[in-house]
């Protein structure tokens, strides 16, 4: 049985969760470009983000950032290694936890595909380091994707 404080049609499962949930991310650097899309629904509608969503019971991580990545973008990626987890709460006007995500974000490895947004994405591109900061990522998107370039630069010159 829910606790959920809240109910009604416009409250959804990930709302008011009896527990942090935990979800994926795929920072996918190809090129130059990271993949970044622009998100549909709430909590961060309109607003562009690393790929990615929850993880399901049962499924392993890199199956659940592999199966993101082909819905929200349209491509195959590779998981290589584990950038940070990162902890995201935000509360409602009562300052209760409305959302609470654990979210694994990893380095992935371009593979195939062309870009294309599917599932509850409205764009998806690859965008470059230098035009990171005009799409107005959230503070830890932003450092995630940085973090992200250095790794695949380290990446790169070692040989990998």
């Avoid at 993101?68 to 590779?78: P, T, V």
């Amino acid at each position: 049985m829910s606790s959920n404080p809240v109910s009604g049609p416009e409250v959804t499962d990930r709302e008011y969760p009896e527990r942090p949930i935990v979800a994926v991310g795929g920072v996918v650097i190809h090129e130059g470009h990271a993949l970044l899309i622009r998100r549909g629904q709430p909590p961060l509608e309109g607003r562009w983000s690393i790929p990615g969503g929850l993880l399901e019971v049962g499924e392993t991580i890199a199956a659940a950032i592999e199966r993101e990545l082909k819905e929200e973008a349209g491509i195959r990626a590779r998981p290589l290694g584990l950038i940070e987890i990162y902890e995201k709460v935000l509360r409602d006007a009562e300052n209760r936890p409305q959302y609470h995500f654990v979210i694994l974000d990893y380095l992935c490895e371009f593979v195939e595909g062309a870009v294309q947004a599917g599932g509850d994405v409205t764009e998806a591109a690859w965008i470059s380091e230098a035009d990171l900061e005009k799409l107005q990522l959230t503070a830890a998107a932003l450092r995630v994707v940085k973090k992200a370039f250095v790794l695949a630069l380290r990446r790169n010159a070692a040989g990998g």
